[in-house]
């Protein structure tokens, strides 16, 4: 599913949106005022960095999201609905009882575009023969001035229950490490803890806008 479902500063990145108009002196008559366009956001790695695609381990799987995996991902997430309330989301807006097929399918096509776009990378966690998600991991751009960039996951909690989640956990941060041009990366609710993380992305969100 889309890391995109607001509820206490969770579930993927978070935009700030801003403009700035400058000018001095007397306005020209007759002349129109032109806003300029919003800037694009950068990509969140270098152009010639190798974006993982596929990566295998003897206990699981990462592949982006798309698509294609829209019926494993909604059987995964809608299996563990209050446990990612709880653990993940912290709301009770993602997941729940009513999310559509066609609303599985959009999230997944907005995974793929930000990914194809490099601009945040969301992975199933697969099953080795690639029949059942065990979760998803996430990277994305920090909200707060100082990380690279912000990793979240979340396992079924059938799989939370088999003592997946620590395992993940571990393995993405030996992989992000090893494999990723990231210097210094947030961790939410596990390396950082969330009330840490709230307060600094409040105070990021209340800082003016550079111009």
């Known amino acids: 599913m889309v890391a995109n479902v607001s509820g206490a500063g969770v579930k993927w990145a978070i935009l700030a949106l801003a403009g700035c108009l400058a000018g001095s002196g007397a306005a020209v008559a007759d002349t129109p005022q032109v806003a300029a366009p919003a800037a694009r956001p950068a990509p ?11 990566v295998e381990t003897a206990g699981f799987k990462l592949v982006p999201l798309a698509p294609d995996l829209a019926k494993r991902d909604f059987a995964a997430y809608m299996s563990s609905i209050e446990h990612l309330q709880t653990t993940f989301s912290r709301s009770t807006s993602w997941p729940h009882a009513g999310i559509t097929d066609a609303e599985a399918i959009a999230d997944m096509e907005g995974e793929q575009a930000r990914f194809k ?13 690639g029949l059942r998600e065990r979760g998803c991991v996430y990277v994305s751009p920090s909200p707060v001035a100082g990380y690279d960039a912000v990793v979240r996951m979340w396992v079924t909690k059938a799989d939370y229950d088999a003592g997946f989640d620590a395992q993940l ?37 209340a800082k003016p806008a550079k111009p």
Do not use: N
Request: no cysteine; aromatic share 18%.
């Open 44 to 54: 969140l790695v270098p152009a010639d960095f190798p974006v993982p695609t596929q």
């Open 117 to 129: 776009a490099r601009k945040s990378f969301a992975y199933s966690v697969l099953t080795p023969d």
């Open 169 to 205: 956990y571990q393995w993405v941060v030996q992989w992000m490490h090893k494999d990723w041009p990231f210097a210094k990366i947030a961790y939410p609710g596990r390396a950082i803890a969330w009330g840490t993380w709230d307060a600094a992305v409040a105070v990021a969100a």
